[in-house]
């Protein structure tokens, strides 16, 4: 695996950031890790990059412990933190070269990492003006472009579309889509769309503690109750239609057309098919509502929070 995360646990006075958590990442795995604000995300990639020292846990990246090998690690890690610290009075391509000395990169395989990826993030065209005078979209694709500069083989990702307008968001996630090629990434986020644009997979954390691992079809069929959306040809008695088996909510949502929710994880269209066949009811269509990540994350951190 590429990066192993083990009973790790961050005190802050006697605030608890991180409380044991464990996880793995599979080498070339794009996976989200998703959370509330304060939930821990940053304070656990602060440490997986070196920043900063658990209280105890361990995290290893390739096989190397952060805390007796931090400068190995540094080297085959790409970071870009949630404030992405850049020297606005630099001109873009000056910034990467000087960036690219930190990593010990000579000066011709140098010169052709900062032209690959002025390519790679699409910043020619603003290759020779100074950062400050950059957009903050451009100016998260300048801090991408240096985590990539030596070309690690893991990638740690803070929250890296916030303060962005939406086809700045459109942008950087496509263009971390395509960077992250061959890589192992690990992204934060709170925003749900993010997950399902960029990772394979997502674990979500709240007040320090996982609350669930798994792809997006999982977590989207975590404990769920199937919700259906059904239409009929003339309108139905809520008595009748809430003396289905396992009804939880009935909700009228337009002429004779309804959403049921009922307490069942498995598909309950063939069991009200038969439901309506037994009462001699008139029904145009049936479908089944897939929940949103935003669903999820609700009820994820709020039953967390009960």
Known sequence: MSILVDQLTKLFGSQKAIDTISFELNENEIVGFLGPNGAGKSTTMKIATTYTKPTSGTVLINGMDVQEQPLEVRKIIGYLPEHNPLYLDMYVHEYLNFSGRFYGLGKKELKSRTAEVIDMCQLGIEQNKQIGQLSKGYRQRVGLAQALLHDPSVLILDEPTTGLDPN???????????????????????????????????????????????????????????????????????????????MIALRNIGANRYQIEVSNKEDVRPAFMKFVTDNQLDLIGITQVQRSMEDVFATLTQSANA
């Open 168 to 246: 700045q968001i459109v942008e950087v996630r496509e263009l971390i889509k395509t960077v992250s090629k061959g890589k192992t990434v690990l992204f934060s986020t709170h925003i749900m769309q993010e997950v399902q644009a960029v990772c394979d997979r997502a674990i979500v954390i709240n007040k320090g503690r996982i609350v669930a691992d798994g792809s997006i079809d999982e977590l989207q069929n975590l404990n769920a109750n199937q919700v259906i959306e059904v239409e009929f040809c003339n309108k139905v008695s809520d008595a009748l239609l809430k003396s289905f088996e396992g």
